[in-house]
């Protein structure tokens, strides 16, 4: 039997580790008081509001650009034959793509029984939301009458008016709808606990009120936990294939399609990979200064970091296989348009969006086999946010870059986008930073009840 002082020996011993989930300093107490003050105090630090306001300021600038949008027309964009969609499609596939990282975090993980992504997976699924809601605006604000968006939905009317089904474009409507409802049916039932202990200590009335509705009347009894970790399980089985599923559909809005450098069956896998790359990177541009502005380098310790740049380096590294995969198969095709193709990526009019992209998306990222990297915030927010600008330059070139240059020289053409096409690219960015910081300021972005079951079990074997 282990005498006391060795048993405190190796606590000490793994709290001075690397591998620690959370610090030792932390107790059942601190952690609630820690994560809950965030919200329920009324003052906020000067980097939320600096930060909001930037993000507000970008959100007006894309209702402004929406307003012009639909009182003149998509003709403000730079679309044209033969590039028809731009940005539009652009920005949806990469804003797709960043909201996988929450499902995989929370759904995937927990069946894995991978507790590092206790501390990050409130953040991330609320990420997913949000950036799925921007992704969704694209579709519709390219429709150019939004307002008829109902006819591509599948309902008895008088005129007899069917989606058709064999659209990808369709099938992108019920993935993604499906892949919302259900992240957000698993994020709010991940909250509940969270939410009445915030409405236990709430000082205000209307706190209290407010969070004791959406709490549900949880009192945190053992039938309570039993019917919440049943269900919880339920719905992490029922993302899983989400995660893999949505974003091979949206890859089949071009696989379908007899395009150069779309046709092709590795983009399923390709995409998903790149998804959960782009995903991974979007929750470390994120987590990074909030852990730093709001002082939880003991909830999120250098574990985290650590894991959560291992997973974003294993995925890039698939997408650099697929893109020299992509080459090779345009070469060992035969097809003389798929191999110009590929000499039109390198050497064409967008030839460095395709240079850049193999820099920012493949070349910087290898910095993460060093784990000093991996350790370092301030170093691994630059790896993240080079692979964000990365993943968009890739859905730039794959859609683009196939576009202007497709079967007939004749239909040829240059895609030059407008001041508008980028007013409402940042202005999506700035809608989808706006939600994550009011997120941060009404609800709890840490799981309390998770990070509290970490801190009980180390102390019931320090015991």
Not at 39 to 46: A, F, I, S, Y
Not at 92 to 101: E, P, Q, R, S, T
Not at 287 to 316: D, K, Q, W
Request: proline letters at 5%; one cysteine or more.
């Amino acid at each position: 039997m282990s005498s006391p002082k060795l048993v405190e020996d190796k606590v000490v011993e793994s709290s001075n580790s690397s591998h620690v989930l959370v610090s030792p300093d932390e107790t059942l107490e601190s952690a609630s008081a820690k994560i809950s003050s965030i919200v329920l105090e009324r003052k906020h630090p000067p980097f939320w509001w600096v930060s909001f306001a930037i993000a507000f300021a970008l959100l007006m600038g894309l209702l402004y650009g929406i307003t012009i949008l639909f009182a003149i027309g998509v003709g403000i964009w730079g679309i044209d034959i033969p590039v028809a969609w731009g940005f539009a499609i652009v920005n949806f596939v990469w804003w797709i793509g960043i909201g996988h990282a929450g499902t995989f975090i929370s759904a995937i993980l927990l069946l894995l029984l991978q507790k590092w992504r206790n501390s990050i997976n409130r953040l991330a699924e609320a990420m997913t939301l949000f950036a799925v809601a921007c992704a969704g605006l694209f579709p519709l604000l390219h429709l150019g009458r939004p307002w008829t968006f109902f006819w591509i939905l599948p309902y008895p009317n008088t005129m007899g008016l069917w989606p058709q089904f064999r659209s990808p474009l369709v099938w992108d409507v019920f993935a993604v709808c499906t892949y919302f409802t259900v992240s957000l049916i698993f994020w709010y039932i991940g909250l509940i606990p969270d939410l009445a202990t915030m409405r236990d200590r709430a000082r205000t009335r209307l706190s209290k009120v407010g969070f004791g509705i959406i709490s549900l009347g949880w009192r945190g009894s053992a039938i309570h936990w039993k019917h919440f970790q049943t269900v919880y399980l339920i719905l992490a089985g029922l993302s899983t294939p989400l995660v893999l599923s949505v974003h091979s559909v949206v890859s089949t809005d071009f696989a379908v399609a007899n395009i150069p450098g779309w046709h092709t069956t590795i983009f399923p896998p390709f995409f998903v990979a790149g998804a959960i790359y782009s995903g991974f990177a979007m929750v470390l541009n994120i987590m990074i200064p909030l852990r730093y502005v709001y002082r939880l380098e003991s909830v999120i310790t250098e574990r985290h970091l650590n894991c959560m740049a291992g997973v974003m380096f294993a995925t890039g590294l698939m997408v650099g296989y697929g893109y020299i995969m992509e080459t090779f198969t345009g070469w060992y095709s035969g097809d003389i348009y798929e191999q110009y193709l590929v000499i039109n990526r390198a050497i064409g009019p967008y030839g460095w969006t395709y240079w850049l992209l193999l820099l920012v998306n493949i070349v910087i990222p290898q910095a993460l086999w060093f784990r000093r990297i991996r350790s370092n915030p301030v170093s691994l927010f630059c790896v993240a946010l080079s692979v964000n600008v990365g993943m968009w330059l890739e859905r730039f070139v794959i859609i683009i870059v196939s576009l202007h240059r497709d079967f007939l020289t004749s239909s040829w053409g240059i895609y030059a986008p407008t001041g508008w096409d980028w007013l409402i690219l940042f202005g999506s960015v700035g809608l989808f930073v706006s939600l994550v910081f009011l997120f941060v300021r009404f609800l709890p972005m840490i799981p309390m009840s998770e990070i509290k079951e970490i801190v009980a079990e180390r102390e019931e074997e320090a015991a």
